[in-house]
């Protein structure tokens, strides 16, 4: 009981001093989305876990609801998107070159996303259009 108290203060707490900018992206449904994978994997301690580590990655990097990337994802391939070919590993962070890469809108019913996806090496890519970086590695 003690170390579930610890786990809920320590959730609550990290909420509290999530940056501002994260609620201002999305929060919302990335609290919902991780309470729900949390509730399912762990009961209401893992809802109140998942939940708070939901609105702080949900808002910054999965503008794609946790329920909606396989439904995505299949989007992606039933338009056939050509591959890019890259020498370097795809990963979170990388920055795609300026040139040989198509970027595509993902369409309004995935949400307000405000990345653009391509294809990578065989694997759906969300990318910052500013600045050409990997946001998401789509499962």
């Known amino acids: 009981m003690k170390g ?10 990290f909420t509290l ?3 501002a900018s994260v609620y201002a992206q999305g ?3 990335g609290a919902q989305d ?7 994997s762990a009961g209401p ?3 109140v876990v998942g939940g708070t580590v939901g609105a702080v990655t949900g808002g910054i990097n999965g503008l794609i609801g946790i329920k909606q990337r396989p439904r995505f994802h299949q989007y992606v391939i039933e338009q056939h998107r050509p591959s890019f070919r890259y020498q370097e590993p795809v990963a979170v962070g990388t920055v795609l070159p300026d040139e040989g890469v198509q970027y595509y809108d993902v369409p309004a019913e ?12 065989d694997e759906v890519v969300l990318v910052d259009p500013g600045t050409r970086r990997i946001v998401e590695v789509m499962p």
């Open 45 to 47: 301690v893992g809802a």
């Open 17 to 19: 001093m999530a940056p």
């Open 27 to 29: 929060v919302m449904g």
């Open 110 to 121: 995935y949400g307000d996303v405000q990345y653009r996806y391509t294809v990578v090496n």
């Open 34 to 40: 991780g309470a729900e994978q949390g509730a399912h």
């Open 4 to 13: 579930r108290s610890i786990l809920l203060a320590g959730a609550l707490a």
